[in-house]
């Protein structure tokens, strides 16, 4: 049985023009924020219908999102027309950015422009001042993913009962699972972008990973 995961990067935050690192500061979603995941939710509702036409199962069931309130947000919107609560997993978090966090990246350059550059041409390498690493990142994203799809099997190894499931995280988050599915190195999390309110479909055939799509973004349906 085919597993398909709608991995989904949050909705617009406040302030999001002056392009700051986030990570652990709880925003909400500005109003376009809102407007995106109204969107995506209702491109689920659609994707839903046609899903239930040709197989006797409930197609979204559940969703799962980061504890941070752009992600609860966005989910919740999403989830509010399947009748559906979202389920908080804190590993689904963003990066600690540590001493960058709440600074734009103007002023990030302006104040470390050596540190800046080697994290960006290597983010695997070098970490934000006191923040996390990529790797300590991964090892609890990945986690958290395993756990979600264990969940929907009986043996860890087959999926059984759910057809598809939501993820709502965010942009680096979606990037570090997008690679390890992929195979990429982790080196190179910056080649995939991650728009507010994307959304990448995965398929899963015995917990192997086909990425359908990537960094799509719903216009009007």
Known sequence: MVTKVYLIRHGETEDA???????????????RGIEQMERVSKFLMTEDEKWKAGKDLNCLDPIYCSDLKRAIQSAEIIARPFG?????????????FGEWEGMAFGEIEEK????????????LKHSPPGGESTIEV?????RA???ILSSYSNTGEVFTSCSSIV??????VNRIILCELLGMPLENI????????????IEFYD???IVKHINYIVQTL
Request: no cysteine; aromatic share 12%; charged share 30%.
């Open 190 to 201: 910056f080649r995939i972008e991650q728009d507010f309110g994307a959304l990448n479909i």
């Open 167 to 172: 993820i709502v995280a965010h942009g680096g």
């Open 17 to 31: 023009e002056a392009r700051r690192y986030k990570g652990h500061f709880d925003v909400p979603l500005s109003k």
């Open 145 to 147: 993913l395993n756990r």
């Open 207 to 209: 917990r192997y990973p």
């Open 112 to 123: 470390w422009p050596d540190t800046f550059r080697a994290w960006a041409e290597n983010p």
């Open 84 to 96: 559906l609560r979202p389920i908080i997993v804190s590993d689904l978090r963003e990066r600690n």
């Open 138 to 142: 991964r090892d609890r994203v990945m």
